[in-house]
Nanobody, 124 residues
């Protein structure tokens, strides 16, 4: 009964900020790799950021390094993505995903479970 539910998406102006949340249930949150992907209209799915199971390794796509910060709260079983200095090209459906494989935190094919996504629009 793995469940991932994203929230926090919406409209932001260029240079603005949003904080996405992913509420997880049905698995041992602290033992799974977990992170964020995004689907840009007209393009494929991109792996944005992720943690391995114990948080000792973190991945960021080059396009978001220095602007986005991933974090997790094991007590709340919640994953976050703080997005600062937003750009129009960040507009996408952002999806939370997880895997029981600890080494799968940095790429799409390693993910086993997916949320439905939350839409982020960056525009004037």
């Amino acid at each position: 009964q793995v469940q991932l539910v994203e929230s926090g998406g919406g409209l932001a102006q260029p240079g603005g900020s949003l904080r996405l949340s992913c509420a997880a249930s049905g698995f041992t949150f602290s033992t799974y790799a977990i992170g964020w992907a995004r689907h840009v209209s007209g393009k494929g799915l991109e792996w944005v950021s992720g943690f391995n199971n114990d948080g000792s390794y973190t991945y960021y796509a080059d396009s978001v390094k220095g602007r986005f910060t991933i974090s997790r709260d094991n007590d709340k079983n919640t994953l976050y993505l703080q997005m600062n200095s937003l750009k129009p090209e960040d507009t996408a459906l952002y999806l939370c995903a997880s895997s029981a494989k600890s080494g799968s935190y940095y790429y799409l094919d390693g993910m086993d479970y997916w949320g439905k996504g939350t839409l982020v629009t960056v525009s004037l």
